[in-house]
Each structure stands twice: as C-alpha cells, then as structure tokens.
C-alpha cells in the first residue's frame, strides 16, 4: 500500500507539472483545428490558409536569403574575370638577345617598348642555352622567353649575298613559354598579345633590314640577281618559332582542374549532410570524449574511400599521370592528394554546421565554392589584389597539384601538401571547439533536466 501510496503521489505530481505546460488559448486546442482532410485541398482552399501562410514565409525567407548571397557572392567571382585584360602587363616575357648586332639590338628594343605584356631584358651570361631558358619557363620564372638567336644579322647578310634559297628566317627567333601553366592565360592573353607585337616589330625590322640592303647596293646587279635567288630573306627575312615546353594536350584535365573540384566540394557537402543526420541520432547517447572522436574519424574515413573512387573516374578516361612520375606513382599520389583536397573542404563544411546548423549549410556552401573557383580560373596576375589569397584555398593547390602529375610543370606538391593538411589541422581543431561549447549547452540542460526530475521524485503525497 506503501508503495502504491507512492506510485500514486508520484502519478499526481507529473499531473501537476504536465499541466503547467498545457496552453491555455483555446486557439490551440484540437477543436479549433481546421477540418482537413489529406489529397483534397487545392492550395488556394480557405482550410489552407495557415498552411499558405506558413508556405509564403519559408519561401519568402529563403529567397531573401538567396538574394543577399547571390548579390554578396557572384560579384566576386565575376571581378575574378571582369578586367583580365587590363592586367595583361603583368604577364612577363623575358628578351634574350644571343645576336648582339643590328637584328638583335632593333628587336630587342622594339619589344620593350611594347605595352600588352611585360617584356623585360635578360643577359646571355644569366642564360647560356635555351634548354637553361626553357626549364627557367618551366620554373615559371617568366611567363615566355624570346630567345634571338646566335648570329641572326650575319646569317641573314650571308644568305642575301649568297643567293641561299633555303634561309628560313622563322629560325632567327625562338619564343619558349608553358601552355599547360594556365591554358586560359596562355591562349587569351600570352600568345595573342606575343604574336601581335612580336609580330609587328620583325616585320618593321625584316622591312627596314631588306631596304637598306638595297640602298647599300644600288647598281649592283650581282647582288640583286643573287637577292632575287632567295626571296625567304627578302620577305619574313626575320621571324619567330612558337615552342610550347608543356602543351596542355589533354583536354579531359579540364574536367580535373576545376569542374571537378566543385563536384569534390560537393560530395564532401554530401557526406557532411548525411553525417549529421547520424550524428542527431547518436549524439545524445556518446560522452563527449567520443562524440568528438566520431566527428573527426568517420568524416575523414568516408573521404578516404570516396575520394579514392573520385580518382578512378579519371581511368577509363586515359588521363596521363605519367607525365612527372610513372604512371602508377603518379595516380596514386593525386588520389591521395585528392584526399587530402577533400578532407580539407570537408571539414569545413563539418565546423560550419556545427555554427549555422543544416538548415542553413547550403547558404555556405555558394561562398565556398566561389571563394575557390575565382583564384583558379585565372592565374592572379591578371586579376585585382584582393585575389591574391588564392595561393591559400584547396582548388589552387589541387589544381597545381594535378598540373605537375599529368602535363609536368613546376614541381610544388610538397608545399601544396602541407598546405592542404594546415586546412585539416585548422578545421579539426575548430570543429573540436565548436563541438564542446555547442555540446556542454545541451550537456548542461540535460543535467538540469535529470535534476529536476530527480526533484520530483521527492514530491511528498
């Protein structure tokens, strides 16, 4: 009876403390509710009416919201591309002049004085042989280099006096740069502006060079017999060789270097979508110890295994990654750098939604994939300052990454690591601190909840 007794004291108590909580409009009762039937209203339907209200104000929210990003973020990326060709003399292109006499001397001061790029004298001390010319372009240490070549002035003279009908004036300079460096740089801005200004300066010094050659022997038939036996030094008698040390010659890396990031930032947004809805589920039952141990290890296990699968698409598609390494070493370190690019996009999302919660992670996820793609669409010499961060996002250094494994160019994969990692590194130790301040609220009340309840407990009959 005793215990009944207490069972009944303890029955009445929650009776009283539910009650407190029931509302006391009688709006809010279930009589007042509108009688509605499912898969029988048309949305205009008086009996909707909450409902519509309630439709108007979630749509009407998200598109303000949609607005306010769309306005804060898509104008960074279009200032990314909107004056690129303003900036075009940031693009350098060294002037090596091997000939020293009147060719050498007429074109090099003629390409500084140049405009488009920004074209810069170098001594033949500092770069003995065009093969040190090329790997210094390779090295980016000039976006191109025109080399003229050893000799051009007396070459050209010789073939005049001679009558040589096999002169190839195409031979007198040579122009180096890397297409696969940028490609978008490189066929928009380096070869159009190279060619046109380079272009027009060995025609006006092939022009000067033939009339005063003809002044020079006015009256002398010989000479203009002989002139007229090799019309290759007459016309073009001075001109240019493209040679690109690395050709961007496999157009699937298109779908590698940007677009294919994106889709690696969204699989990584996937991941941390589903994470959260398992985590909602099993957060409450894990000490805190633990829940922070499945935060950082499950998201960077499924990276692991996705991302490996990621860069598998790229087999059947023949893409090359024998470029710098074997083939093999060369598929098996992009895979891993590619796990390292989404971890590293991943745990970004993973500390975000610890902040603004799911409801609002796609709003996130537009700013970070502009913040990236704007430093990767074209090289920062050609975009305003404020984009000169690109050097610390995970696409730049993804993209750079790729660059060196399939088309071997500048070799920078050590420090485009270890910057990939400072991103994990940063992301677990935010995520960490997030997750314990977030956590230790809801720890907190649940404390004071069982408190109570304990409390409650106590209530005498």
């Given at each position: 009876m005793?215990s009944?007794?207490?069972?009944?004291?303890?029955?009445?108590?929650?009776g009283?403390?539910?009650?407190?909580?029931?509302?006391?409009d009688?709006?809010?009762?279930?009589?007042?509710k509108?009688?509605?039937?499912?898969f029988?209203h048309g949305f205009f339907?008086?009996?909707?009416?909450a409902?519509?209200?309630?439709?108007?104000?979630?749509?009407?929210?998200?598109?303000?919201?949609?607005?306010l990003?769309?306005?804060?973020?898509?104008p960074?990326y279009?200032?990314?591309v909107?004056?690129?060709?303003r900036?075009?003399?940031?693009?350098?292109?060294?002037?090596?002049?091997?000939?020293?006499a009147a060719?050498?001397?007429?074109?090099?001061?003629?390409?500084?004085?140049?405009?488009?790029l920004?074209?810069?004298?170098s001594?033949?001390?500092?770069?003995?042989?065009?093969?040190?010319?090329a790997?210094?372009?390779?090295?980016e240490?000039?976006?191109?280099?025109?080399?003229?070549?050893?000799?051009?002035?007396?070459?050209?003279?010789?073939?005049?006096?001679s009558?040589n009908?096999?002169?190839?004036?195409?031979s007198a300079?040579?122009?180096?740069y890397?297409?696969a460096r940028?490609?978008?740089?490189v066929?928009s801005?380096?070869?159009p502006?190279?060619?046109?200004?380079?272009?027009k300066?060995?025609?006006n010094?092939s022009?000067r060079s033939?009339?005063?050659y003809?002044?020079?022997?006015t009256g002398?038939?010989t000479?203009?017999?002989?002139?007229?036996?090799?019309?290759?030094t007459?016309h073009?008698?001075?001109?240019f060789t493209?040679?690109d040390?690395?050709?961007y010659?496999?157009?699937?890396?298109?779908?590698?270097t940007l677009?294919?990031?994106i889709?690696?930032?969204?699989?990584?947004?996937?991941i941390?979508?589903?994470?959260?809805?398992?985590?909602?589920?099993?957060?409450?039952?894990?000490?805190?110890?633990?829940?922070?141990?499945?935060?950082?290890?499950?998201?960077?296990?499924?990276?692991?295994?996705?991302?490996?699968f990621y860069?598998?698409?790229?087999?059947?598609?023949?893409?090359?990654f024998?470029?710098?390494?074997?083939?093999?070493?060369?598929?098996?370190?992009w895979?891993?750098?590619?796990?390292?690019?989404?971890a590293?996009l991943?745990?970004a999302?993973?500390?975000?939604?610890?902040i603004i919660?799911?409801?609002f992670m796609?709003?996130?996820?537009i700013?970070?994939?502009?913040a990236n793609?704007s430093?990767?669409?074209?090289?920062h010499?050609?975009?305003?300052?404020?984009y000169r961060y690109?050097?610390a996002?995970?696409?730049?250094?993804?993209?750079r990454?790729?660059?060196?494994?399939i088309?071997?160019?500048k070799?920078?994969?050590?420090m485009?690591i270890?910057?990939l990692?400072?991103?994990?590194?940063?992301?677990?130790?935010?995520i960490?601190?997030?997750t314990?301040?977030?956590?230790?609220k809801?720890?907190?009340?649940?404390?004071?909840e069982?408190?109570e309840?304990?409390?409650?407990?106590?209530i005498?009959?």
């Amino acid at each position: 009876m005793a215990s009944l007794h207490s069972s009944n004291a303890t029955v009445q108590a929650a009776g009283v403390k539910k009650a407190a909580w029931r509302p006391s409009d009688p709006s809010a009762s279930g009589a007042d509710k509108p009688n509605l039937k499912k898969f029988s209203h048309g949305f205009f339907d008086p009996e909707m009416a909450a409902f519509r209200k309630l439709a108007f104000m979630i749509l009407g929210k998200a598109a303000v919201i949609s607005i306010l990003v769309m306005w804060s973020c898509l104008p960074f990326y279009w200032g990314s591309v909107w004056k690129a060709d303003r900036y075009s003399n940031k693009l350098t292109v060294r002037v090596i002049d091997r000939d020293g006499a009147a060719v050498g001397q007429s074109v090099t001061s003629g390409m500084l004085a140049q405009t488009k790029l920004r074209y810069f004298q170098s001594y033949v001390t500092e770069f003995p042989s065009d093969a040190v010319v090329a790997k210094d372009i390779v090295e980016e240490g000039a976006w191109a280099a025109i080399v003229i070549q050893p000799n051009v002035t007396a070459n050209l003279i010789a073939a005049r006096q001679s009558g040589n009908a096999s002169y190839d004036g195409s031979s007198a300079l040579q122009v180096y740069y890397t297409q696969a460096r940028q490609e978008s740089a490189v066929n928009s801005y380096l070869l159009p502006y190279i060619q046109l200004e380079l272009g027009k300066v060995v025609a006006n010094v092939s022009t000067r060079s033939i009339a005063q050659y003809l002044a020079t022997n006015t009256g002398n038939a010989t000479a203009v017999a002989l002139l007229a036996q090799a019309p290759t030094t007459v016309h073009n008698s001075v001109y240019f060789t493209l040679t690109d040390i690395r050709p961007y010659d496999q157009p699937v890396a298109q779908a590698i270097t940007l677009v294919g990031l994106i889709q690696l930032l969204i699989f990584a947004f996937v991941i941390t979508m589903n994470n959260n809805a398992v985590r909602e589920i099993i957060a409450p039952y894990l000490t805190n110890r633990s829940y922070l141990a499945y935060r950082i290890v499950a998201p960077l296990t499924l990276y692991s295994i996705v991302s490996f699968f990621y860069a598998m698409v790229n087999l059947p598609f023949k893409v090359d990654f024998g470029a710098k390494y074997s083939y093999h070493n060369g598929f098996f370190l992009w895979a891993f750098v590619l796990n390292l690019g989404m971890a590293s996009l991943g745990l970004a999302t993973e500390f975000m939604i610890t902040i603004i919660g799911p409801k609002f992670m796609p709003f996130f996820l537009i700013p970070l994939i502009i913040a990236n793609v704007s430093v990767v669409s074209l090289p920062h010499e050609l975009q305003p300052w404020i984009y000169r961060y690109g050097p610390a996002m995970p696409f730049f250094n993804l993209g750079r990454t790729v660059r060196t494994i399939i088309f071997d160019t500048k070799n920078q994969i050590g420090m485009d690591i270890g910057i990939l990692i400072a991103w994990i590194v940063v992301s677990c130790c935010t995520i960490t601190v997030a997750t314990w301040l977030f956590r230790r609220k809801g720890v907190n009340q649940h404390r004071k909840e069982v408190g109570e309840y304990e409390s409650d407990e106590t209530i005498p009959a």
